[in-house]
């Protein structure tokens, strides 16, 4: 078990800034601002952290192993150590080191992306050899009728009542499925955030 | 004036005495200083043990049944006691004695009295039964220590001395009878024949002289004879070395009371606390002693009555073989018992180097030696040694006993300083007492194992085997036909897609089916985005990924067109790293259909926010102390366009542009309760969508533009004849190509048998 003083500043913390979010007094907000802050620049010190992590933790590491894997580690250390040295010295508004990212990052994970579109298609082909029951072929019959309805092809059902009452009922399925999902999330969220506030769950006891 | 208490067995004493009438212990009638003499560490020992007495250990031989380990300088002890013994012996055989009856019937009634205020209480019957508890050797009763002192501490030497000094305190009476103590006169509570006062004329000779071992290591016992300063150990140092000329063998017993407390101090600190025993019964177990003063019949009595199985089980001995050993018809306590091997001992017991090297090889695990032999009648101490057991260790002893040093890995970390406390305290070159901190008597079972649940281990092989599920699966060798085919089945895909997206444009457009309605969160926006005000800034912040960026890029950029034919400021930050250079991106190719819009005067960007939906937070709750600079290291807030701006509804609107319908959520969810007035309007993938829709319908979201027909329906509610409608034809017909090769994959799937049944 954890000190009781991380428990004890982390439930105050959070009841703080629950009480500043509900009651926007000046004195709460004095309180709750400098800690949003100082939580902020923690993420921002976590994610340079990370960066450090995967270039001497994961990279250089790789590079004691023996395998193929060495090579790629030896471009990502040394794309990194340019990159960082020309950001650091040109500045990230600079037009040259922004194309860093329109012109390498965007293509390729864009690319990626297009990749994902025929993985998925082939994959979709398999649908129902993994799943063949009731619920494989309703899913298989969803995917086909959204595809259908959302590739603007059924365009002319306006014009058709019947249809465009039919195709205006599906348009809310989804509607209808995102606030379950909303609901369970907020519900999730609520419980989750109640524990900690009770110090019944730690999750920052590591 | 007060009786003089004796400290050992706490009888009233003559205040003139030095010695106590019963059992011949230094009295002390006034506080004195720390003694030094070497014995003394002795006298600790018994002070701080002093409550059990085990009357079955005179028993030789049910003692000689359980022994552990002795050492070898322990064994010469014993050599050297039974060759004393033994000459004692003769001495006395020449003299009659009396038997106990006759004894008792003589014993004078002033020292009857004497006995009964002390501790009478029960008659002489109830004192005369044995019980059960008296045979086992290890039991301990509180009472036990008055029995057992005259059994081992009277000496021959000294009954001259006894005798006067008993003749100045009752002058009349003790001239003219022999003190015989009556059984179980002492202590009524207990009612052993055992307990009976040993008479001076068979008292027997102290067979463990305890100052020549503190002699010949008085310099370390000094400092835990230091600590020893209060009670009866507290001798004069000239009344010691005055009492030792006159007296050369001083009457030091030992007794298991004394031990017990000691003991549990030994186990931890790696003492052989059995062999100590062992030394102790045998001085208490002096044959002559028990020959005259039991009767026969009482040692049969003892043996069929007295030696239960509870009784065998603390000795961890079967009764077969006590009683094997010890019948009715053969005393227990005879003279032949002890047979001695004298010649093959040193008469010296001690030698200088013996102790530090007994105490500096000592260790936990060597003493835990119990034998199987369950009687022994020969009390070398070398071959029993030899013979001792693991097993045979007593079952109270055992639990008592914490965790070997060994056990736990301290063994090896034991510094080789002094002892601070216990038997050996003061010692150097001693293994240190471990200091466990918890209840010794109770040790822990667990070791340096884990204890583990039988749900936890049930839990614990299903997580096994779904890594080795896991495992298994990658480890499964694709055959490389298989190989082939999934990767020519892909090649047609994207070709196939491929080909269909080059002829969209031309041989499928005349098939473009364009959408006839608005999707009326796209209106909403457009109708949000026509009505801002132009004196306040725009807040655009992009949160998503490089990968999406052609998506977004295409949905927003009807929308940011409008924004900036109305001429409006930007202020641009994105959650994201690379969303702050994706976001200039979408600006500067923006501005380019907007003519006489210059990015340059008109957008702020305050770069990367970090923190996620915290950063997000703060920024509804203050701006300025979130995002304090430009994305060139400038202060953002002193600028013309962010200079009227404290907080997000001092923006004329906040647009997110976003990728998935997480941090869509939680942009609505942080910022827009402290939006008041100011509209949120968002521009998003296809796929976050869905998400959004209830944010729409609830008024929390203004309006939205997602995915490529919401883009196409701004084009159209905006009249521009933009790049949205010529890509319609190729979204629209890969989208057709997908839905035909799922329809037939799937059919076939359903056409055709399982894989598995084919194989069958």
Redesign the interface.
């Known amino acids: 078990m954890k000190s009781p003083l991380s428990v004890l500043v982390a439930v105050l913390s959070g009841l703080l800034v629950l009480a500043g979010y509900f009651f926007p007094f000046p004195a709460l907000i004095a309180i709750r601002t400098p800690m949003l802050d100082w939580a902020v620049t923690l993420a921002g010190i976590a994610g340079l952290v990370a960066i450090i992590n995967l270039i001497v933790g994961v990279h250089l590491k790789r590079l004691r192993e023996a395998g193929s894997k060495r090579f790629f580690s030896v471009v990502v250390i040394i794309t990194f150590l340019i990159v960082a040295a020309f950001g650091f010295y040109l500045g990230p508004a600079d037009p040259n080191f922004q194309k860093v990212v329109t012109a390498i990052q965007t293509p390729i994970e864009t690319s990626l992306m297009a990749l994902l579109a025929i993985t998925l298609t082939y994959s979709s082909l398999k649908m129902l050899q993994r799943q063949r029951n009731w619920m494989g072929l309703v899913f298989f019959l969803s995917v086909i009728l959204f595809l259908v309805i959302n590739s603007g092809v059924l365009a002319f059902s306006a014009e058709i009542p019947l249809l465009q009452d039919l195709l205006s009922g599906f348009h809310h399925i989804p509607a209808a499925g995102a606030r379950g999902i909303l609901l369970g999330i907020a519900l999730g969220s609520l419980a989750t955030g109640v524990r900690i506030l009770i110090g019944s769950d730690k999750p920052y006891s590591g | 004036m007060a009786d003089n208490i004796c400290p050992i067995c706490e009888r009233p004493n003559d205040p003139s005495a030095e010695r106590c009438w019963y059992c011949q212990a230094e009295l002390t009638p006034t506080e004195q200083p720390t003694p030094v003499n070497g014995t003394d560490w002795l006298n600790g020992l018994r002070e701080e043990s002093g409550q059990t007495l085990e009357p079955e250990s005179l028993d030789p031989t049910i003692e000689g049944e359980s022994p552990e380990e002795v050492p070898d300088w322990l064994a010469r002890i014993r050599t050297r006691e039974q060759m004393e013994r033994d000459a004692q012996a003769n001495d006395q055989a020449a003299q009659p004695e009396e038997p106990v009856a006759e004894k008792k019937e003589e014993l004078p009634d002033w020292l009857k009295e004497i006995k009964a205020g002390y501790s009478g209480k029960k008659s002489d019957s109830e004192q005369e039964e044995p019980t059960l508890e008296s045979v086992s050797p290890f039991a301990s009763t509180p009472v036990d220590d008055q029995k057992s002192v005259p059994a081992s501490q009277d000496r021959g030497d000294d009954t001259d001395e006894w005798l006067s000094r008993l003749a100045a305190w009752k002058p009349t009476d003790a001239e003219d009878q022999p003190i015989i103590s009556e059984p179980g006169a002492v202590d009524s509570n207990d009612a052993e024949p055992e307990t009976t006062l040993t008479p001076m004329e068979t008292a027997p000779k102290p067979q463990f002289d305890m100052d020549s071992l503190a002699a010949l290591n008085q310099a370390e016992f000094r400092p835990f004879e230091a600590k020893r300063g209060s009670g009866w150990q507290k001798l004069n140092a000239d009344e010691l070395e005055a009492e030792q000329q006159d007296d050369p063998q001083p009457e030091k017993q030992l007794s298991f009371e004394d031990l017990s407390a000691a003991e549990e101090e030994l186990t931890l600190a790696n003492f052989d606390i059995n062999a100590l025993r062992e030394t102790i019964a045998v001085q208490q177990t002096d044959p002559d002693f028990f020959s005259e003063k039991t009767p026969p019949q009482d040692d049969g009595d003892l043996e069929d009555e007295d030696l239960t199985d509870d009784d065998l089980q603390d000795l961890n001995l079967s009764g077969t073989d006590i009683r094997a050993t010890s019948s009715p018809e053969e005393p227990v306590f005879s003279d032949e018992q002890p047979k001695l091997h004298v010649d093959r001992f040193d008469p010296s017991p001690f030698v200088p180097d013996d102790l530090p090297d007994w105490l500096a090889t000592a260790k936990l695990g060597n003493h835990e030696k119990p034998t199987s032999e369950p009687a022994s009648e020969d009390l070398d101490g070398s071959e029993l040694a030899n013979e001792i057991d693991k097993a045979n260790m007593p079952e109270w002893l055992q639990a008592a006993r914490a965790p070997t040093p060994d056990t736990d890995g301290l063994s090896g970390n034991l510094p080789s300083e002094s002892n601070e406390a216990g038997l050996l305290a003061g010692i150097s070159g001693t293994l240190q007492t471990p200091n466990f901190g918890v209840d010794i008597r109770k040790p822990v079972g667990y070791g340096s194992t884990l204890k583990v649940s039988e749900r936890q281990k049930h839990s614990a092989n299903l997580f096994a085997n779904l890594v080795d599920e896991t495992f298994d699966e990658n480890d499964v060798k694709i055959p490389q036909i298989t190989k082939n085919r ?1 990767i020519i ?2 090649l047609v ?2 070709v196939s ?1 491929i080909l269909v997206i080059l002829l969209s444009a031309t041989l499928f457009a005349p098939f473009i ?5 608005f999707p009326p969160e796209v209106v909403s926006a457009y109708d949000q985005v026509d009505t801002i005000s132009a004196e306040k800034p725009v807040l655009l912040s992009g949160d998503f ?6 998506e977004l890029s295409w949905s927003s950029q009807s929308l940011l067109e409008h924004l900036m034919r109305r001429n409006l400021n930007f202020v641009i930050l994105s959650s994201n ?2 969303g ?3 976001m ?2 979408l600006i500067e190719k923006a501005a380019i259909n907007v003519e006489g819009y210059d990015p340059s005067s008109h957008v702020v ?1 305050l ?1 990367y ?4 939906a ?2 997000v ?2 920024l509804a ?2 701006p300025r ?2 995002m304090p600079y ?4 400038d202060v953002a807030w002193n600028s013309d366009i962010l200079n009227s701006v404290n907080s997000l509804s001092d923006f004329s609107a906040v647009i997110v542009l976003s990728d998935q ?1 997480e941090s869509s ?1 939680n942009w609505v969810e942080q910022i827009q309760p402290g939006l008041g007035a100011t509209p949120l309007l968002f521009v998003v993938s ?1 796929q976050a ?6 944010y729409y ?1 609830s008024g929390q979201v203004s309006g939205y533009v997602a995915g490529f ?1 919401g883009s196409l329906a701004y084009e159209q509610m905006l009249q521009q004849t933009s790049g949205s409608l010529s890509h ?1 034809g190729a ?2 017909s890969v ?2 190509l ?2 035909v ?3 037939v ?2 059919l076939v ?2 056409i055709r048998p ?2 598995t049944e084919r194989k069958g």
């Open positions: 999934h089945w892909r895909l994207a897609m089916i364009q959408p006839a309605l990924e490089a990968a999406v960026a052609g790293p690379s702050s250079t994706l200039n991106q960007t770069g926010l970090p923190g996620g915290t950063g937070q703060l709750g203050n102390a979130a430009t994305h060139n290291l319908s959520r296809a969508a869905p998400l959004l829709q209830p319908q027909y319609l979204f629209q989208m057709l997908v839905v090769i799922i329809l994959g799937g799937t359903l399982a894989s």
